[in-house]
Antibody, heavy 119, light 107 residues
């Protein structure tokens, strides 16, 4: 059974960089032609899709974050990562990682990790 | 960016009742629409993909329909575990977008 687990700093100061990792277990991150995404959810609000990376390394990001966000894959560690620079309080959210199926749905999700931006 | 509008915001129903949730897209997404269920403190779970296909392990009481701009998620007979928030999401265009969610609560 595929499992995804987010990890990273739960508290980030304003203007600093948020860094999260999603460890994939129960399957290889490079097999099956799957892609990988990050989604976030501010407290008490709805879901916001952040971005996507496919097997060839192609990425797509939500335009509102494009200048600040990077998603990358580390095949040797079977994990992928999210980096968000110059954070503000508006970036406070639960961050989820997810696998993107061959049909482009997000079929496996991590449990989520809360990141709070505060001094 | 494609905007998805879900209605109603909240649906108050009793166990055993039928739930009908709506998702309307600002432009055609063909059949490229998914539905997710989210319970408090949990990650979303994929229910329906391509408008009408149930994901693996999803009970038959969940069904999806629609194409173009108007979509419906139907829960034929609500079970206690079905009270949750439901989101639609399109994969027709980048960026992927979600609706704002419909909360199905116990009446």
């Amino acid at each position: 059974q595929l499992q995804l687990q987010e990890s990273g700093s739960g508290l980030v100061k304003p203007s600093q960089t948020l860094s999260l990792t999603c460890a994939v277990s129960g399957g290889s991150i490079t097999s099956g032609g799957y892609s990988w995404s990050w989604i976030r959810q501010p407290p008490g609000k709805g879901l916001e899709w952040i971005g996507y990376i496919d097997q060839s390394g192609y990425t797509f990001y939500i335009p509102s974050l494009k200048s600040r966000v990077t998603i990358s894959v580390d095949r040797s560690k079977n994990q992928f990562s999210l980096r968000l620079t110059s954070v503000t309080a508006a970036d406070t959210a639960v961050y989820y990682c997810a696998r993107v199926s061959s049909n482009y749905e997000m079929d496996y999700w991590g449990q989520g990790t809360l990141v709070t931006v505060s001094s | 960016e494609i905007v998805l509008t879900q209605s109603p915001a909240t649906l108050s129903l009793s166990r055993g009742e039928r739930a009908t949730l709506s998702c309307r897209a600002s432009e055609s997404v063909y059949s490229h629409l998914a539905w997710y269920q989210q319970k408090p403190g949990q990650a979303p779970r994929l229910l329906i993909y391509d408008a009408s296909n149930r994901a693996t392990g999803i009970p038959a009481r969940f069904s999806g329909s629609g194409s173009g701009t108007d979509f419906t998620l139907t829960i034929s007979s609500l079970e206690p575990e079905d009270f949750a928030v439901y989101y639609c999401q399109q994969r027709r265009n980048w960026p992927r977008t979600f609706g704002q969610g419909t909360k199905v609560e116990i009446k």
